[in-house]
């Protein structure tokens, strides 16, 4: 019952992601994790385990997705996918845990230091996977802003020391309450202005709604192409149009007939579209830009390509066996890109574009060159219906506020949006929508700390708190 209790506990506390931003709930909920009693390190471990595979579980429910959309060959692995998601992720609280009971057995405020490094450490071991972060649920609060200056580290750090905080008062330790009092003033002197948007260049985000049991049809694909191609050139023409990821069915070696119709329907406003190409034996999960005559200004691959979606760790020996990525088709996977550096769009400026999983890596989102904006191309379909696109945006938004950059997002099926440099949706499709978004595009703010500095002043301060109280070794 003991376990059962922490997992249902930590479930409760995964509801603070999106879509539910139960914010309040999670911060509870870990308050109450924090104080709760282990007797030795195998308990300490257990204790933080369960709560993350209960938390992990609900957070990432949206995992079983992709295994659904081929149920018949893939569908019987979809509650393992989860399982183990759940407890690789649980891994990483469970340590922190049996971290903390090893340094400091009676300290809670340790406790929630190593909860913040352990969140840290998630989105880098193995090439990272920062998703349904702690600091996440604050994304539709005002608090979200602090993501300017530290990222989504801090985030996280601002929630623990904020539930560490409410644990001190549950026990009648009255100073712990500054820490509450601080973020209530910060809560209300960070609120971002109001809208106030009147000019600047305008932009076409294309959402063709392609379920991926289709996308790649024979049957379908052309019809998501045609239907891209009369948004294109429906209406006014903008100054930017913007399709999502794969949305050419066709390699670009064989697409030359494609990005003509691509280039026409435009009537010479630059596009940016998702396409895979080949080159030698490689193949990419790329975004060109395309101008007019066809013309390929300017070419990106995927830098940070998903493991078990578009590569297998071990792959060639595992491809023996008929064991590819979910992403890849005919048997191919994908390689990753050079380093990542911005686009140039004619009239608008350099953009910083990133290709679906690419969203959520925080510190892998700046270049040398200060961009104009951020182009976000993605394809939804994989994530389900409502929780896995619902946190795909979130995080999205969260990019925006960290670089004080607005971002144009274009889903195959999902979200599309356009969110200005404070993380507020300008105008957005809705789930399972065909539509197409033209929306001036926000001005960028001054460069913030977080694009200066990165993940490195929230890491130290996580750093030199867990340091300070350790050696110090009292029962905070």
């Not at 060959?73 to 845990?97: C, D, E, K, N, Q």
């Not at 990019?399 to 969110?419: D, V």
Request: glycine residues 10%; charged residues 15%.
């Amino acid at each position: 019952m003991r376990w059962a209790g922490l997992a249902a506990m930590g479930g409760l506390a995964g509801l603070g992601q999106a879509p539910f931003d139960l914010w309040w709930l999670s911060v509870m909920m870990i308050a109450c994790w924090l104080v709760w009693p282990a007797t030795n390190r195998r308990a300490a471990f257990g204790t933080g385990w369960w709560f993350g595979v209960g938390y992990f579980a609900v957070s990432l429910r949206w995992i079983v997705s992709p295994f659904l959309v081929d149920i018949e060959a893939t569908g019987w692995m979809a509650p393992f996918g989860l399982l183990a998601m759940a407890a690789g992720g649980a891994v990483f609280w469970g340590s922190a845990r049996w971290l903390a009971y090893w340094l400091a057995p009676h300290s809670v405020f340790l406790i929630a230091v190593l909860l913040a490094l352990a969140e840290a450490e998630r989105a880098l071991v193995l090439t990272g996977f920062p998703w349904a972060l702690i600091g996440h649920i604050w994304v539709d609060t005002p608090l979200a802003q602090l993501a300017a200056w530290g990222g989504p580290h801090f985030l996280s750090l601002v929630t623990v020391m904020l539930a560490w905080a409410i644990a001190m008062l549950f026990q009648r330790r009255w100073t712990a309450v500054a820490i509450p009092f601080v973020v209530t003033v910060l809560w209300w002197g960070i609120a971002p202005p109001p809208i106030a948007i009147t000019d600047g260049p305008v932009v076409r985000i294309l959402q063709p709604n392609a379920p991926q049991s289709q996308k790649w049809d024979p049957a379908h694909a052309p019809v998501f192409f045609d239907r891209l191609l009369e948004m294109t050139g429906k209406g006014p023409r903008p100054d930017l149009i913007v399709w999502p990821e794969t949305s050419v069915p066709s390699l670009m070696e064989f697409a030359g007939s494609d990005l003509a119709q691509v280039a026409d329907a435009a009537g010479g406003a630059p596009v940016v579209l998702g396409i895979n190409r080949r080159v030698g034996l490689r193949y990419y999960n790329a975004a060109l830009v395309v101008e007019r005559g066809a013309v390929v200004s300017s070419v990106y691959d995927k830098t940070h390509i998903v493991p078990f979606g578009e590569f297998i760790p071990g792959g060639d020996l595992l491809a023996r066996f008929g064991i590819t990525g979910f992403a890849a088709s005919q048997g191919q996977t994908f390689s990753a890109g050079g380093a990542a550096d911005t686009m140039n769009i004619p009239a608008i400026g350099p953009a910083r574009v990133l290709i679906c999983y690419e969203g959520i890596f925080a510190e892998e989102v700046n270049t040398g060159t200060r961009p104009r904006l951020l182009l976000l191309i993605t394809n939804d379909a994989w994530f389900g219906a409502l929780a896995g696109p619902s946190q795909h945006l979130a995080q999205a938004r969260l990019r925006a506020i960290e670089q004080g950059l607005p971002m144009a997002r274009s889903a195959n099926t999902g979200i599309s949006a356009m969110i200005d440099p404070y993380g507020r949706i300008l105008a957005r499709t809705q789930m399972n929508e065909t539509g197409a978004l033209d929306v001036v595009l926000p001005k960028a703010l001054q460069a913030t700390p977080y694009s200066r500095w990165g993940d490195l002043p929230a890491l130290a301060m996580i750093l030199l708190l867990g340091g300070l109280v350790a050696l110090y070794r009292r029962p905070i």
